[in-house]
């Protein structure tokens, strides 16, 4: 236990150091962005850095930041001159939703299409299954997106391109999610269940970029597993007890094969929030973290960048600590 906090303590020190230097090895600063065009001085640039607190030495600057993190203040946006903890909020559900989404469809197609694989191993399903897997998994996300987009959207005119919702609808943010919130009563007696269509059609194409491969991946994944499970002797047992087809592979094979897929799952959770849904929402006009941290990289936002890193490290310990749970109530010989 003392180690393990040990080890908490540690990564999240590494965490905010990485999130208060790295930015700064970048060339320029937020407030030559925000006034150089203006043509100000040197003395009026002097003057808004003290005003800001960047001149101080670097080790105060953090000194601080660490301070006023542990009191959950994650600074002033240099830009807005907002709260970050207010906008990291407003921005984190339409994230969430996505990843929850993509998650959701990876694991709905993908872990039947590794069992199907496996069952049928050396057949044409099982090839076609690899092979398809293979080209999810080595496309890159943006490529996907452009195909995706002339596909579905120009072509095909199914989903809207960009964006959460239609703009003939109003919902209320309550819970920032918007499959959640189109539900309300409310929402639903102003536009009945139009509001849920519309927030299902946008998030439908840039869930499905996000989810191809981590669907990829858990097909591989179960694939490999079951294969190797279908081999052990309880399988065998199970077999020869004359139980149904259905119930072997379904049940007993496959509940064993999902040890390993569950910590890939945990693990391409935090994946998709940092890095696929950053790309994703910058593509889609996807208004989460992603686009938001993307905006301020590029205006050298310091207390937003900073924020953002330690909010997605936190989700990071959060999330292996949830998928330890989860592999130990499902692996019986790790309880205890």
């Known amino acids: 236990m003392l180690a393990r906090l040990g080890a ?12 208060f230097f790295l930015i700064r090895l970048a060339p320029g600063d937020p407030v030559s962005l925000l006034v150089g065009e203006r043509g100000a001085d040197a003395q009026q640039l002097e003057a808004a850095k003290h005003a800001l607190g960047l001149d101080q030495p670097l080790a105060r600057q953090y000194g601080s930041f660490v301070a006023r993190a542990l009191h959950g203040d994650l600074g002033q946006s240099i830009v807005s001159g907002r709260p970050v903890a207010a906008e990291l909020g407003e921005r984190w559900p339409a994230t969430i939703e996505l990843v929850l989404a993509a998650v959701a469809l990876a694991l ?3 872990i039947p299409a590794g069992v199907w694989a496996a069952v ?3 057949s044409v399903a099982d090839h076609l299954v690899n092979t398809v897997a ?3 998994y080595s496309m890159p996300v943006f490529w996907l997106g452009l195909l995706l987009i002339l596909l579905l959207s120009v072509q095909l005119g199914l989903t809207p391109v960009s964006g959460r919702l239609g703009v003939e609808f109003e919902v209320p943010p309550v819970t920032g999610l918007l499959l959640v919130d189109a539900l309300l009563p409310a929402v639903r007696e102003r536009h009945g269940l139009a509001a849920l269509g519309s927030a299902l059609q946008h ?4 869930a499905l970029t996000l989810a191809v491969m981590p669907m990829a991946v858990f097909a ?7 294969l190797e499970v279908l081999g052990e002797d309880f399988i065998r047992a199970a077999w020869a007890r004359g139980l149904s ?3 072997v592979i379904w049940v007993h094979a496959l509940r064993n094969a999902l040890l390993p897929v569950i910590t890939v799952g945990g693990l391409f959770f935090v ?9 994703v929402e910058s593509l889609f006009g996807w208004p989460g973290l992603g686009s938001y941290l993307v905006g301020s990289v590029q205006a050298r936002d310091y207390p937003v960048i900073q924020g953002a890193i330690v909010v997605v490290g936190l989700l990071v310990l959060a999330t292996n600590a949830a998928v330890e749970g989860l592999y130990r109530a499902a692996n019986p010989r790790l309880r205890g």
């Not at 908490?8 to 999130?19: E, R, S």
């Not at 998030?203 to 840039?206: F, G, K, M, R």
């Not at 998709?272 to 790309?279: D, F, H, M, N, Y």
């Open 271 to 279: 994946s998709a929030a940092v890095a696929g849904s950053i790309l």
């Open 134 to 136: 293979l080209v999810g």
């Open 120 to 122: 049928r191993r050396g």
């Open 245 to 247: 087809r259905r119930r």
């Open 220 to 226: 591989r994944m179960t694939r490999a597993s079951m």
């Open 203 to 206: 998030l439908l194409l840039p």
């Open 8 to 19: 908490l303590t540690a990564t999240l020190l590494g965490l905010t150091l990485l999130a």
């Open 108 to 110: 709905a197609l993908g």
